[in-house]
């Protein structure tokens, strides 16, 4: 067996690339642990883990968020991208009690529509105020489990009538017509107890876009219902999913190892999305240096990595022979880029700190389980 000598620099950054090619993937599978590479300890160390662990935010609103994840294993950040989708607990209507549905939506429909509305309100009373709620057994009273701190009510009673001031002649139906359409903006918070305390106000239970449209009606059409809202999670039902998406993907790299120049370096730059790559003008310093590619070229356009983080990693450019062996395609395997789209009841980066609250969570559950399977 060959010495073992201690890798370089370039070769540990090298072990974090996985290699894209015009038809294949490479080195895709984690190598980062103990007995891998021979002669090196990759025990786990949660020094090392912090050591190597960054986050830097690109982008935060409060409905996107976007930020690089450093320094993690593809498990956790998947992990957490499965926490923000279906784990943390929103608000959303459960229950419609149909009172008069005349309009052409069949009762279960409308019902749906209304459970997919988001719905926003003060934090401190979704956060804290707010308990997950119990269904009743059968043969129970159906409100016998109802309570101010698991229950919301809501209601919609709209009905669509004449406009008796409508001048003679008028054509468009809006004006025709009251109440032709109904918006989420329709619904009416009716808090109970102590619910007054939490949502009132700026802080009262209300659709985050009130132009959501829910049904069109005409005249003599009516709807009216009351509705229960209650806490749960996306993995019961997708309308308790506080993201309207959460993802990500790795860090693109690209590697230009020859010069490209003049009209190839144009075309090169047209193989990938705007802003990925850039033109600049080869320097008199550059085209002196011997063997530097750009000898003779002082002036001409070069093409440089401008940034990489706007690739999509189409692969474009490896497709044209001009380019084969001036160009190196890859991503960062430890370099997650996510994306979260929250649906409004929570803020975007809130949700990604929730994220990690319920994955620790579920940490601390899993090591009392191996403790007490120890003993």
Same mark, same amino acid.
């Given at each position: 067996?060959?010495?073992?000598?201690? @890798?370089?620099?370039?070769?540990?950054?090298?072990?974090?690339?996985?290699?894209?090619?015009?038809?294949?993937?490479?080195?895709?599978?984690?190598?980062?642990?103990?007995?891998?590479?021979?002669?090196?300890?990759?025990?786990?160390?949660?020094?090392?883990?912090?050591?190597?662990?960054?986050?830097?935010?690109?982008?935060?609103?409060?409905?996107?968020?976007?930020?690089?994840?450093?320094?993690?294993? %593809?498990?956790?950040?998947?992990?957490?991208?499965?926490?923000?989708?279906?784990?943390?607990?929103?608000?959303?209507?459960?229950?419609?009690?149909?009172?008069?549905?005349?309009?052409?939506?069949?009762?279960?429909?409308?019902?749906?529509?209304?459970?997919?509305? @988001?719905?926003?309100?003060?934090?401190?009373?979704?956060?804290?105020?707010?308990?997950?709620?119990?269904?009743?057994?059968?043969?129970?009273? @159906?409100? %016998?489990?109802?309570?101010?701190?698991?229950?919301?009510?809501?209601?919609?009673?709209?009905?669509?009538?004449?406009?008796?001031?409508?001048?003679?002649?008028?054509?468009?139906?809006?004006?025709?017509?009251?109440?032709?359409?109904?918006?989420?903006?329709?619904?009416?918070?009716? $808090?109970?107890?102590?619910? %007054?305390?939490?949502?009132?106000?700026?802080?009262?239970? %209300? $659709?985050?876009?009130?132009?959501?449209?829910?049904?069109?009606?005409? @005249?003599?059409?009516?709807?009216?219902?009351?509705?229960?809202?209650?806490?749960?999670?996306?993995?019961?039902?997708?309308?308790?999913?506080?993201?309207?998406?959460?993802?990500?993907?790795?860090? $693109?790299?690209?590697?230009?190892?020859?010069?490209?120049?003049?009209?190839?370096?144009?075309?090169?730059?047209?193989?990938? $999305?705007?802003?990925?790559?850039?033109?600049?003008?080869?320097?008199?310093?550059?085209?002196?240096?011997?063997?530097?590619?750009?000898?003779?070229?002082?002036?001409?356009?070069?093409?440089?990595?401008?940034?990489?983080?706007?690739?999509?990693?189409?692969?474009?450019?490896?497709?044209?022979?001009?380019?084969?062996?001036?160009?190196?395609?890859?991503?960062?395997?430890?370099?997650?880029?996510?994306?979260?789209?929250?649906?409004?009841?929570?803020?975007?980066?809130?949700?990604?700190?929730?994220?990690?609250?319920?994955?620790?969570?579920?940490?601390?559950?899993?090591?009392?389980?191996?403790?007490?399977?120890?003993?």
């Amino acid at each position: 067996m060959s010495p073992h000598r201690t @890798p370089s620099a370039a070769e540990l950054e090298q072990r974090r690339i996985i290699g894209i090619n015009a038809e294949t993937v490479t080195h895709g599978a984690s190598t980062d642990f103990p007995g891998h590479y021979y002669g090196e300890d990759h025990s786990f160390s949660i020094e090392e883990f912090k050591r190597n662990l960054s986050i830097e935010v690109h982008h935060n609103t409060p409905h996107d968020l976007s930020f690089s994840l450093v320094g993690v294993d %593809a498990s956790i950040a998947n992990a957490l991208r499965r926490i923000l989708i279906s784990e943390i607990e929103t608000l959303a209507i459960e229950t419609v009690f149909v009172e008069d549905n005349t309009s052409v939506i069949h009762d279960e429909v409308l019902s749906h529509r209304l459970g997919l509305i @988001p719905f926003k309100g003060g934090k401190e009373g979704l956060r804290d105020f707010l308990k997950e709620y119990k269904k009743p057994g059968p043969g129970e009273d @159906p409100f %016998a489990t109802s309570f101010d701190w698991n229950t919301v009510s809501l209601s919609l009673n709209v009905e669509c009538t004449y406009n008796q001031d409508a001048e003679e002649g008028e054509t468009d139906l809006d004006m025709l017509h009251n109440n032709r359409s109904v918006y989420a903006r329709d619904i009416v918070f009716a $808090p109970n107890g102590r619910q %007054a305390e939490y949502f009132s106000g700026e802080n009262a239970i %209300a $659709p985050v876009n009130p132009d959501i449209l829910i049904a069109k009606l005409r @005249p003599g059409q009516r709807i009216a219902v009351e509705m229960h809202m209650h806490k749960g999670v996306g993995s019961d039902h997708a309308k308790f999913s506080p993201v309207a998406t959460a993802s990500y993907r790795l860090m $693109p790299v690209i590697n230009i190892l020859r010069p490209i120049l003049g009209d190839d370096a144009k075309k090169f730059q047209k193989c990938f $999305p705007e802003g990925v790559i850039g033109l600049e003008k080869v320097t008199r310093k550059e085209a002196a240096q011997v063997g530097s590619g750009y000898e003779n070229h002082e002036g001409e356009d070069k093409a440089v990595v401008k940034d990489a983080m706007k690739d999509t990693v189409s692969r474009e450019c490896l497709r044209h022979a001009e380019f084969e062996g001036k160009v190196k395609l890859g991503r960062k395997r430890d370099h997650f880029i996510f994306g979260i789209e929250s649906t409004g009841q929570w803020d975007s980066d809130e949700l990604f700190l929730e994220s990690i609250r319920v994955l620790k969570k579920k940490c601390l559950a899993m090591e009392r389980q191996v403790v007490f399977m120890a003993r």
